[in-house]
């Protein structure tokens, strides 16, 4: 996982983010926590392919995101 200075353009997301990699989800978590921009997967070295397909993948978002 590489930090990004710039949010990514949601038309590259796909070439950066893994989201099948078994890693995704702590990977998303640690550069939500340290605040980053975004982050790009693409040349990672413990990319390790997940059962699931990125389709299947759930989204899920903090209740504390939802308040108001």
């Known amino acids: 996982m590489k930090k990004m200075e710039n949010p990514l353009d949601m038309r590259n997301v796909s070439r950066h983010r893994k989201e099948n990699c ?9 550069a939500s926590a340290m ?28 209740p504390l995101g939802w308040e108001i």
Do not use: G, V
């Not at 078994?22 to 640690?30: F, G, T, V």
């Open 35 to 62: 605040l980053w921009p975004s982050f790009s997967c693409e040349r990672c070295k413990h990319f390790a392919e997940s059962e699931r397909s990125s389709q299947d993948y759930n989204r899920s978002a903090s």
């Open 22 to 30: 078994i890693h995704y989800a702590s990977c998303l978590e640690e």
